[in-house]
């Protein structure tokens, strides 16, 4: 009993090292966008395109006002549409695994963004754009090939969450240390050979 409660402790330890700060919320979940627009309703919903073989993101998605969460992990999208601008309805985006190679400018225009996962791509750089996603409270950028961040990485003062590890991350932003609220911090696996003096503000900051 004594091993089975010690192992219970340490991988709930080691979830929440891996997890947001929060359990998602239970949605109602559809897999096509036609799926999604056919039961429009009042109530939020998820939109799960993950693993289906994508080569381009379906239109329409910015008509669905009621779908705040959308996952297009595990597809080779390659590029998003200039129109990922419009789904300003979104809270919660998974990008992650969808062999992107850059983001444009306008998906700073998601003003009611929260979460936001563009992990395991080929990113070299970040629009400064990025700043206007002023109510991310995560960000996971893990394993992509960033050598820097924008400046811009600063206005995200909503964010209590940031990872940046198996990057190729040279310097970071003095920028960096305007997060007042970050609490999470990862950078593992990078090239970093001195951390910017701003960092010392971080006063929140835990891990």
């Not at 911090?185 to 701003?198: F, Q, S, V, W």
Request: net charge neutral; charged share 20%; with cysteine.
């Amino acid at each position: 009993m004594r091993i089975t409660r010690s192992f219970s402790l340490v991988m709930a330890v080691s979830l929440a090292g891996c997890m947001p700060w929060r359990a998602p919320e239970r949605l109602p979940e559809y897999t096509s966008v036609e799926a999604a627009r056919s039961a429009a309703d009042d109530h939020a919903a998820f939109l799960n395109l993950a693993g289906q073989g994508l080569e381009q993101i379906p239109a329409g998605i910015g008509d669905l006002a009621h779908v705040v969460k959308l996952s297009l992990r595990r597809n080779p999208l390659k590029a998003l549409p200039p129109d990922v601008g419009g789904w300003d309805q979104l809270r919660w985006l998974d990008l992650g695994e969808a062999a992107l190679l850059s983001i444009p400018g306008q998906l700073g225009g998601l003003g009611k963004l929260e979460v936001l996962y563009l992990s395991d791509n080929a990113l070299t750089e970040l629009p400064a754009a990025v700043g206007g996603l002023t109510q991310l409270r995560y960000l996971n950028l893990d394993r992509n090939q960033l050598s820097a961040l924008p400046p811009a990485i600063g206005q995200l003062q909503a964010l209590r969450w940031l990872r940046l590890d198996g990057n190729a991350l040279t310097g970071l932003p003095d920028e960096l240390g305007s997060l007042a609220g970050l609490q999470r911090l990862y950078l593992r696996g990078n090239r970093l050979t001195a951390l910017p003096d701003g960092l010392r503000g971080l006063k929140q900051l835990t891990d």
